[in-house]
Every structure is written in C-alpha cells, then in structure tokens.
C-alpha cells in the first residue's frame, strides 16, 4: 500500500516506478479509502498497541493506492526496497528513505511474509481483480 501521506505529497508516480524498475509486476492495483472499520481489521493485530488509535486515524484520512506485486522472493526483495519502518534508519536510495518523514507517516506498506501477502491481497481484491 501506499499510503495517504506518500499519496497526499504526490509520490504515487516516483513510487511506483520504484518498484517496477526494481522488477515487480504489478498484478492488482486501486485508487481507494480505506474506512475506520477496514483499517481496524487491517491492522487488527496492533489493536492493543499505544499507537493503534493515531494509526487507524493517519490510514484513514486520505486516499491509499493497494497492489499485489509479483516477483521471485517479492517478499524479501520488497522489504529491501522499502527500507527500514523508520527512515531516518533506512538505507539510501529505498522509498522509505526518499519518500517517508517518520516512523508514523512512513509511505508505504509491505507485507511481512508470503502468507500475510496472500492475506493483504485478498483483504483488497477478489479473485476478479488480479492479473497474473
């Protein structure tokens, strides 16, 4: 996901060609919102931590762009490209680094796992929507 911070400052465009030029295919994409209730079960498995309240406010207050992207060790490789939660400990040259301003607002979203991935995926699109 990109999100609303990375989208309110107009990095959708530097972003995604980020990621492509780092050879991922993008299989499923939207424009979209997400809502309290979405961003709550989202996130649902920081639900009993300090920050949950300020996180499900920040994802819900603009637009976010969702993918599903695919590549040989997407999940791995998409880490690296993403960089470090916190910026400020990002390596040079990853989106986080060049696009995020802090731990909280920090750009983008990538799953953490193949299987939280096939999760995310299908918690933004149906079967119909993506594109192998």
Not at 59 to 71: C, D
Request: glycine share 8%; hydrophobic share 45%; net charge negative.
């Amino acid at each position: 996901m990109i999100k609303p911070d990375a989208v309110e400052k107009g990095f959708i465009g530097p972003i995604l060609e980020k990621i492509t030029a780092a050879g991922f295919k993008i299989i499923a994409m939207k424009y979209t919102r997400l809502s309290r209730r979405d961003a709550k079960e989202f996130y649902a498995i920081h639900k009993d931590r300090p920050f949950f309240g300020e996180l499900v406010d920040f994802m819900t207050r603009g637009p976010i762009v969702s993918a599903i992207l695919e590549k040989d060790n997407a999940v791995e490789d998409f880490r690296a490209l993403i960089g470090a939660t916190n910026p400020a400990e990002a390596a040079e040259g990853t989106i986080r680094r060049l696009f995020a301003i802090d731990i909280a607002e920090n750009a983008i979203h990538g799953s953490d796992s193949d299987a939280n991935a096939a999760i995310e995926g299908a918690f933004h699109f149906s079967g119909r929507e993506i594109y192998s």
